[in-house]
């Protein structure tokens, strides 16, 4: 059965290598017949959430404030898989993710519980170095606390520049996670 796949794309670079991840992810994902949707944040106008507690009393527009997180929360709610895509800044993800990702919350609010929805996720990630460390407890955390199922992660160090990605074997990697999605 195919899968509905979110790709939430942190990368302030349109075709660096995080967006080389993205695309290889996608390619594979699609073959085996899943519908993948991106949203790259960099260029969406997404404010920081408010902590007001003031969203989920509107499924259709959970959060108070309307911004381009209108576009993503319906994709949110059907998707069955959520990408955080990222390159890695100050050992972490990028602030578009954590902003874009912080502001999901709003979702939560929608149920009684606080409850988030049940999602699978995948982890992708390029950068300069190799420091995942911080990311990795972050990402795992963070699918403990929610509920989520990690379906695996691909993380390129030795980045940097536009294209270092070229013929890395994450590439190849990144095509077989998203294939094996069915």
Not at 59 to 87: F, K, T
Not at 108 to 125: H, I, Q, S
Not at 153 to 178: F, N, Q, T, W
């Amino acid at each position: 059965m195919s899968k509905r796949i979110l790709i939430l794309n942190g990368s302030p670079r349109k075709n660096g290598n995080t967006a080389a991840l993205i695309r290889s992810f996608t390619e594979g994902a699609q073959a085996a017949g899943n519908t993948v949707t991106e949203f790259f944040l960099n260029a969406m106008d997404i404010h920081g959430c408010k902590g007001c507690f003031g969203g989920g009393k509107d499924p259709d527009h959970p959060c108070v404030q309307r911004d381009g997180m209108e576009q993503i929360y319906p994709v949110y709610r059907e998707a069955d898989i959520v990408v955080l895509a990222s390159p890695l800044y100050y050992w972490t993800i990028s602030g578009q993710l954590k902003t874009a990702f912080d502001r999901l919350f709003a979702v939560a609010e929608c149920d009684p519980d606080l409850r988030n929805p049940k999602k699978e996720t995948v982890l992708l990630m390029a950068a300069e170095g190799y420091g995942f460390e911080e990311t990795l407890f972050w990402y795992d955390h963070l699918e403990r606390h929610l509920g989520w199922k990690s379906l695996g992660k691909v993380l390129c160090g030795g980045v940097m520049e536009v294209g270092d990605i070229s013929g890395r074997p994450e590439l190849h990697e990144a095509y077989e996670l998203g294939r094996s999605l069915s």
